[in-house]
């Protein structure tokens, strides 16, 4: 029994550590050569593969390839749904108004038969009360005929006015979160996300979100890329025998960590967004068909509020989102700043000072010399956007030597992994335990999800995380 | 639950690889001196080289921390520090396109609600002239907070709520002295070090006064330095009960997971309510909209459509954002008679001499002494609305709801792990 539960165990942690095992090489490869020093914030742009400063083509993107597949396909299937179902909506919102007057009347004349009023007036001369017949009637008649105008815009001038509809209520939502998400992270200067390009050349009716979500997840996979790099910094200083312990390698580890599992958390919450997002271009046809009829028909009641709702929802998802990333780093940065090297002066040389561009602040003579030898080495070590090790190693040491002439323990900033590790826990339990859920308190969160793709995608994660488990626990029952 | 197992999996993995680590710098412990008899490899010498090892790595392992209260700066004050450099940094960030995203957003929603009025005027044949009369006051409100969200509204919030929190900080820290005084007591005064820690950075630019920030850290760090004397007492324990006495190591492994959790616990209690407070200044702007625009009561498609994006933002009107800061001053206040009391408790077992060194009370005292604080600290969020009123205290649910959590998965462990052997 002991045996079996070791075996089982075993079995777990070899899963989890495959999978993260997958994790840190995918963070590892999105970075172009070794990480070391990143004291610019365009020489690690040009080493996450930003091309022409464009943000959305930041490496590093979990399922952004495949996203950009799906979104093609579901674009040509939405366009065909369109293309079929509105030329129809037609027929079907006149049925739907003439079966509404048929049921109305008989309805409003069933009423008026057992009205209390006219019974008593028998004899004389009875008068029916049509304001009352009348005033639904004209009211669901204009909303019909609002609602069918725009139908009618779209039948005429094809998917093009769906477009439109779609680039003036569901982009701004997207630009909201793309403009925010750049601004927190600060790299404006550096890059840029160019929503009109695609937008409008692109016959793809799902284009006015593609664009903005690939920006939204390219500020999030630069500030994921950025902390996790400074972790794989501290790996290799202690790895490559530039500074410090096994502590350092620690606690580059554990920055690793944060970065991958927080990463990932926000890049599900954004596919929620997204999905949600494709969910009213998808369905926006029916969804105005229905606004005709919300008054009338309980099923159609409240849709249009819930499509606004799901739409400000995302909005504020996206914010929420910016911000968590954000803060997250910029507590990390700072925390960097106080140790490698400190004091706190603004200036680190394990994370590039995104955030606006951050600039040291009254740097001593010691901590100037140490940035000038990462600047150094970085600039000369950079070939091909790749870091070379080998050059920045060789440069690192014979920098190295002349500076400790003058300051002996300038490079002892190295050796501070265990301190630094605390911090990183710390900080781990302050973002889980404090950060996120106040955020998600002020920036309201939806309590439940009803259409949550980034939980079901993150539990199908979980199956395969433990398949080998239940596989093995079935050829165990078999065997007994 | 999903948050305390993303967290257990990244500490499991980090345990995993420093165990696998630790494989290599244990086999340098195993004594490869002599082989008893019938092959016995546990010989008495063996067995005191290897325990000698052992007590040789842990004294490696221990953390060296600088207890001198003159010197000392709890790691979660720096922790706290950074996060209110954090918050800062992104405030300014933020001022920088909220700013600008707000006022254009306000215009927006100040034409698009004259549009409504204009609908609700014509159609309900309503007063032209008290509806002109709001609209120009609305406009006078949004110019006002145009005028307001230019200059940096969290700077100037801050600077007027800021003497609240110093004067909660100040009374706080007047409590620990006073209590001190009467009991006689040494409350080691960690605020210098922090002081000077905050004073030392030079790239500071917080949304408080840097001494305000100080003084918000230094509250729970007062009982800081009895706690992490208690835990580093308990490494001493288990030190010495290598190869010698197990209690003495279960006593070690129970004094560490206690003070570590009140360490935890007061910290991250002040530091959620750092939080709190700053995430309200940033969410400022957003307060404009709450400040200079009404809902509409149309119930139409645009009125709906209208309130929905007035209501992105849970923003809470300034009255209530003023009233969120003396209730943490208030907070803080109550947080200090508690920490009072524990402090004073814990001066029973860990005394500071005049030559600013340690003495500590036998091991059970320290260990009852520490269930006691620890009893108090799970009930301070209770024990402080009494005293002050009421605070948020969700953290606190929250932490203990995965403590629990967590508790529940280590005996489900342990249990099926018993079992297993029982069965063996």
Redesign the interface.
Known sequence: ??K??LISSGIK?LT??IL?GIGIWYLSSSIGGASLSYTSVSNFMQQIGVQNGDIASANGCFLCGYIADLFDVIGRATEMFWNGIVKNLWILMAVGFGIFIILHTVSYIHEQANSKDIKDLSGTDPKLDFKKWFDKVWKTGLRVIIAGALIGALNWSGTGALKTVTSITVTPVMY?GS??SM??T?VISDAKCDISLDTESSENVLTPILKPFMCVMGNLNTVMLAGAGGGFALMNYSWMGMGGG?FTW?AG??LV??FL?IGF?LVFQVLNVIFKLMFIIIFMPILLAA?AFEEVWKLANGL??SA??ML?DS??SIIRIS?KI??IY??V???A??FYPG????FTTIMPPL??Q?T????DAQTMSVMAVFSECEKVSLINDKMDKDKFISCFNAQKSVVTKKYPNAFDFMDDG??FL??M??????Y????????D????SPAKEQFDYGTWVKNFGKTIYTAPEKIYKAVKDKLK | MR??K??S??????L???CL?NVSIAASNLPTGEVGEYGNFLTHDNISVFNENLAKDFDKFE?KIDLNPTTFVP??A??GL??M???S??D???Q???VR?TVIFLLIMYAFWIGLEAYKLIRDSGDYKTALYNIFKQGITIAIWIIILNYGPTKIFAMIVSPILTLGTYLSDFILGAVAETYKVNIPDTCAAIQNYVH?????NLLVDADTAANIMCLPARASVFFYHATATGFQWIKSGLGTSPIMIALGIVSIVIFIKCI?KYA?MT??IV??LF??LL?LPFTALAESMPSSSEKN?AG??FN??L????TQKLSNIIGKFINAAIYFVSLSIIIAICATLLTNIVSLGADNQYTTGSAMTIILSGCLVLYLANQTEKQTKDIGGDIDN??GK??EG?AKILWADVKKIGN??F???L??
């Open positions: 029994m002991i079996a539960w942690f989890g550590a993260l909201i403009t925010l601004a927190v600060g096994f620690l580890l554990a960590l944060a599992v958390d606004y249009t509020k606004i709702t400000i909005a504020v911000l954000c803060l910029a507590i940065y700072f925390s700043d106080s004091p706190s002066d603004g955030l606006g951050i040291p602040k009254n740097m265990f301190d605390m911090f826990i710390g900080i781990a339990c302050l889980f335990w404090i950060l996120s859920p106040e955020i308190k002020i920036i309201g | 948050i305390l993303l967290l999996r990244f500490i499991i993995c980090i995993c690889i420093s680590c953390p790691i979660e720096k922790i950074m996060l450099k954090a918050l940094a992104v300014d960030v933020l920088s396109s909220l995203f030392t950075d030079k790239s500071l935890f991250f530091l959620g939080v709190s995430l309200t969410m498609f709906q459509f929905g994006l209501k992105i933002f849970n969700s953290f929250q932490m995965n099926s792990l079992k297993a052997w069965k063996k």
